[in-house]
Structure formats: structure tokens, C-alpha cells
């Protein structure tokens, strides 16, 4: 049986991303939905892979297929707080690449809660799996933990 999971400290990652809540993401329990942080997940990965060039949602011959997500909630976030999301690379291979979310209240030192998916990155049009394009090979190392 593995360890309890821990909370990361915020330095343990390299790019921060700050997401406002809405008042749509609590629940009945006066907390975000545990749906929500998904949703965060993907904001934070995406939104700087698109910024920075990697990837091109409309047009690029290669897109992501996430085919693996778990998620640790350690503290509640709640509206209206704003969540600072951490982004770490903790392997990739020739056409994965495993992102690790450190999700934090604003200012927090530790998550509030953390996790991962892993994108395959795959051909458009024929939905195989591709080496990883140098652009996301730059951002990719650039993002290493």
C-alpha cells in the first residue's frame, strides 16, 4: 500500500496560473465541487501550452487525448476565492507527457489539493500517436520537476 499523500509546497512547481472561482462552482456543502478542480486541470495545462505555442486547438496536426487523471483534496476552496494553479512535467516520454496540478488558495504555501493527467499526443486526422513536436519539447523541459 503506498503512503498518505502529502500536500506540495507551492515551490515544488514551475508555472502558476490564477483562476478566479464563480459562484457556480459550490456545492450544497458551501465548497468548490470536486468536478470543478478537473475542469482546473486542463485550464492550467492547456491555457500555457496554447501560450506558449505548443499547441494549437484549431488548426495543429497534433492534439492531446487525456487518458489518465486522479486528483488529493487536502483543504476546501471556495467562491470567492481565487486558486492559484501550479504546473510541473514529471515524465514524459516519446508521445506522453504526465502534468502534475498543485491547486492553491490564493498566497496558500500548500496545496489545497493536487494531482495529474496524462495527455497522449496524437495525429489529428488519424488519432495515432505521434512523437512529441519540438515546440512541446521545449515547454515540456522547460516545465521538468
Given at each position: 500500500?503506498?503512503?498518505?499523500?502529502t500536500?506540495?509546497?507551492?515551490n515544488?512547481?514551475r508555472v502558476?496560473?490564477?483562476?478566479?472561482?464563480?459562484?457556480?462552482?459550490?456545492?450544497?456543502?458551501?465548497?468548490?465541487?470536486?468536478?470543478?478542480?478537473?475542469?482546473?486541470f486542463?485550464?492550467?495545462?492547456?491555457?500555457?501550452?496554447?501560450?506558449r505555442g505548443a499547441l494549437?486547438?484549431?488548426?495543429?496536426?497534433?492534439?492531446?487525448?487525456v487518458v489518465?487523471?486522479?486528483?488529493?483534496?487536502f483543504?476546501?476552496?471556495?467562491?470567492?476565492?481565487?486558486?492559484?494553479a501550479?504546473?510541473?512535467v514529471?515524465?514524459?516520454?516519446?508521445s506522453?507527457v504526465?502534468?502534475?496540478?498543485g491547486?492553491?488558495?490564493?498566497?496558500a504555501e500548500?496545496?489545497?489539493?493536487?494531482?495529474?493527467?496524462?495527455?497522449?499526443?496524437v495525429?489529428?486526422?488519424?488519432?495515432?500517436?505521434v512523437?512529441l513536436p519540438?515546440?512541446?519539447?521545449?515547454?515540456?523541459?522547460?516545465l521538468?520537476?
Open positions: 500500500m503506498s503512503a498518505k499523500p500536500p506540495h509546497p507551492r515544488a512547481f502558476f496560473r490564477s483562476i478566479p472561482t464563480r459562484w457556480a462552482d459550490n456545492d450544497l456543502y458551501g465548497h468548490v465541487n470536486n468536478v470543478v478542480y478537473y475542469s482546473w486542463d485550464t492550467a495545462v492547456n491555457a500555457l501550452l496554447i501560450e494549437d486547438i484549431q488548426e495543429g496536426d497534433t492534439i492531446g487525448f489518465e487523471t486522479q486528483c488529493n483534496y483543504a476546501p476552496l471556495a467562491f470567492p476565492q481565487t486558486v492559484e501550479g504546473v510541473r514529471a515524465h514524459a516520454g516519446s506522453s504526465r502534468y502534475e496540478i491547486l492553491f488558495a490564493q498566497g500548500t496545496a489545497a489539493a493536487q494531482g495529474h493527467f496524462v495527455h497522449v499526443y495525429d489529428r486526422a488519424t488519432q495515432r500517436p512523437k519540438p515546440t512541446l519539447q521545449a515547454v515540456v523541459a522547460e521538468r520537476g
